[in-house]
């Protein structure tokens, strides 16, 4: 398992090598000009000149990326153009609503997809199966940000049950952090608990047409018994995947959910840095989400070992 592990994270280097290179060539071929953006409409062909000079734009591409990707390495994801603050510093600040966003969605996800999942396969076929798949599609037709609205419209606005907007830090109270988390996070998970209760269905059903299921079926084991304890420990595998997998949808649907409730995470910043050409945070931003998916891809692989003992690195 060790040689597994140190494999996989020298394997993680190219990986985030050909990353870097991808997202500041696309940023570097993207139109606009980053100091055209700084000048302001009423600067001179000499001013933007100039501050392309300071900020090392006139230099060749290579000579670019090496002293880019060089700072990288050593944790310095470069100066924001217009907070004039380290990226590093930004990202860190906006870290603590969106990972609380994305934990609050993925408790929410598992806790409702999965026992949907095995309740719509022992159902297979019948009313029960076919409402629960229903939702299912639902849940990947309409967009997130539809159903931001359409929940904030219901339990903020008319129930009142929660705050319309904005995040309150943990520091505040767990009560007031919560509360604002619920319909962001219900929101956000509307796709994922959809994926995740299509894939536990799909795989439940397979286990149950096993023979040692219906082995236990004839020695009188209880049929809750059979449902998790057999046949979804052993539907696990792929369950673990879509889960892993899943974590894109949650990072791509951050940056709306957050724009439409207001919380000023990562995804927020992503937004804003788009709309101003703030390309160090742009990079700054793609680099953390590409290196925390790949620290999810070798947790996943971790747990299939656990998830199925026949599994072995």
Known sequence: MAAFI????IGTVPVM?????LVFSLLYLAPGDPAAVIAGDAATPADVARIRQTLGLDQPFFVQFS????????GDLGVSIFAQAPVTQLIFQRLEPTLSL????????????????VLAAWKAGTLIDRIIMSFAILGFSVPVFVIGYLLSYVFAIELRWFPVQG????????GPWLAGLILPSMALGSVYIALIARVTRAATIEVLSQDYIRTAKA????????LFAHALRNAAVPVITVIGIGIALLIGGAVVVESVFAIPGIGRLTVDAILRRDY??????????????????????????????????
């Open 6 to 9: 140190a494999r996989r994270i």
């Open 17 to 21: 090598l050909f990353v870097a290179f």
């Open 67 to 74: 002293g880019w990707l060089w700072r990288v390495l050593h």
């Open 102 to 117: 994305m934990v609050i969605t993925l408790i929410i996800s598992i806790s409702v997809a999965v026992p949907l999942g």
């Open 167 to 174: 995040y309150k830090p943990i520091a505040n109270g767990f």
């Open 219 to 226: 020695k009188g084991v209880r049929q809750r018994t059979i």
């Open 280 to 313: 160090p945070i742009i990079q700054g931003v793609v680099l953390f989400f590409s290196f925390v998916y790949v620290i999810v891809n070798l947790l996943l692989d971790l747990a299939y070992s656990v998830a199925d003992p026949r599994i072995r690195y």
